[in-house]
């Protein structure tokens, strides 16, 4: 067996917090979305389980058995081990969902090779808040901690999208830490794009205010004429929708030129 996946970069289109819940996490309500690029994981079976981590954020993966590729194959039942090798392209702590990402790419390896549970939501959720999303790669609704998804009329697909980060690790919890503490309000109605232009996202201070390089990514991305730019998730990922290929590489070249130390991804919207 030789199977191999894409882990699709999760953007967050809008995000709003709506409250800090007794349990500590956040309750929060946001339009997921998800380009298509991302890492590559490649499955084979094999004797006993690895995780091989290879690419240019390879080397943060430290402990291949105590990451959540491995998390994710652990948690559904399979009659043979599994030697995964993850090329990782995704900065890690940046606002992509990167490990949720991956761990979504291990559950479509698996319902391919062996099909899923039908408690696999419950198993994804227990991974990580954005895994349920991230097994679809679909643009939907989350609610809740992210969990609780909706389906949503899409008019967002094959738009060209820019991702840019400053090459700044951003950990979550800080940032929902620094929250303002007041609701953001119910995301906006409509289709995607309505709720993407007409929503917000309420972690995007906080995250400035601890890595203040993300205004600066907004201010060049916004500079290019784009539909919209936005942070995405808890920072530090940026990005910028455009109305074509030629006007996300234009802005592409221009940011690299000025920040060519920053990292970025082109692709489009699933």
């Excluded at 690299?256 to 489009?268: A, D, I, S, V």
Aim: hydrophobic content about 40%; overall charge negative; some cysteine.
């Amino acid at each position: 067996m030789r199977l191999q996946e894409t882990a699709y970069a999760k953007i967050n289109l809008a995000l709003h917090v709506r409250k800090r819940r007794e349990d500590g996490y956040h309750e929060l309500e946001t339009l997921f979305a998800f380009v298509d690029a991302g890492d590559t994981l490649v499955a084979t079976s094999a004797d006993a389980d690895t995780v091989t981590a290879v690419g240019e954020f390879g080397g943060v993966l430290d402990n291949p058995f105590d990451n959540i590729v491995a998390k994710a194959f652990n948690a559904l039942p399979r009659p043979d081990g599994l030697a995964i090798t993850l090329e990782k392209n995704l900065p890690v702590a940046a606002g992509l969902g990167g490990g949720s990402a991956d761990a979504g790419a291990v559950f479509r390896i698996m319902r391919d090779a062996y099909g899923l549970p039908d408690d696999w939501h419950a198993r994804a959720a227990k991974i990580g808040a954005d895994v349920p999303a991230c097994v679809e790669s679909v643009t939907c609704i989350g609610r809740g901690t992210g969990t609780e998804l909706e389906p949503i009329d899409n008019d967002l697909g094959s738009t060209p999208v820019l991702l840019v980060n400053p090459r700044e690790p951003l950990a979550t919890g800080p940032v929902f830490a620094g929250w303002w503490g007041h609701d953001d309000g119910p995301l906006p109605e409509g289709t995607a794009r309505d709720i993407m232009m007409y929503g917000k996202n309420g972690l995007e201070q906080s995250a400035i205010d601890l890595c203040f390089p993300i205004a600066d990514v907004l201010e060049q991305l916004r500079a290019t004429d784009p539909i919209l730019a936005r942070m995405s998730g808890s920072g530090a990922t940026c990005f910028a929708l455009f109305n074509s290929l030629e006007d996300r590489d234009m802005a592409s070249d221009r940011i690299g030129q000025k920040r060519p130390e920053w990292w970025q991804m082109k692709g489009k919207l699933r």
